[in-house]
């Protein structure tokens, strides 16, 4: 089982920057895989970036991937996505999941992901 944790939400204007932290606790194996997702009111979850425990590979949105990074620090068992260039159609839920068994095909896919954080609200103002 994996549990999740997500931090850094918060307000911020258009252009503005914000880090999202992704804590994974673990108690057995270790995730293959961590994702970002959000939704924002009245819309569908939506894929944000993904990143393999094991290597680096990664996947991000269209809309994000000139403007998002995601890293990890696997001695703390942390993911983070770096939100840069902020802009109001960014402001949603921000929710980190887990995939215990994945090929890097299918990053973006949110069916793959077995265990899902709480969400962290990210508001981006015009």
């Known amino acids: 089982q994996v549990q999740l944790a997500e931090s850094g939400g918060g307000f911020v204007q258009a252009g503005g920057s914000l880090r999202l932290s992704c804590v994974a606790s673990r108690r057995a194996s270790t995730p293959a895989a961590i994702g970002w997702f959000r939704q924002a009111p009245g819309k569908e979850r939506e894929f944000v970036a993904a990143?393999?425990?094991?290597?680096?590979?990664?996947d991000f949105a269209g809309p994000v991937k000139d403007r998002f990074t995601i890293s990890r620090d696997i001695a703390k068992s942390t993911v983070f996505l770096q939100m840069n260039s902020l802009e109001p159609e960014d402001t949603a839920v921000y929710y980190c999941?887990?995939?215990?068994?994945?090929?890097?095909?299918?990053?973006?896919?949110?069916?793959?992901?077995?265990?899902w954080g709480q969400g962290t609200q990210v508001t981006v103002s015009s």
């Open positions: 999941a887990a995939a215990m068994g994945m090929s890097s095909s299918a990053l973006s896919r949110a069916s793959v992901y077995n265990y």
């Open positions: 990143i393999m425990w094991s290597r680096v590979t990664t």
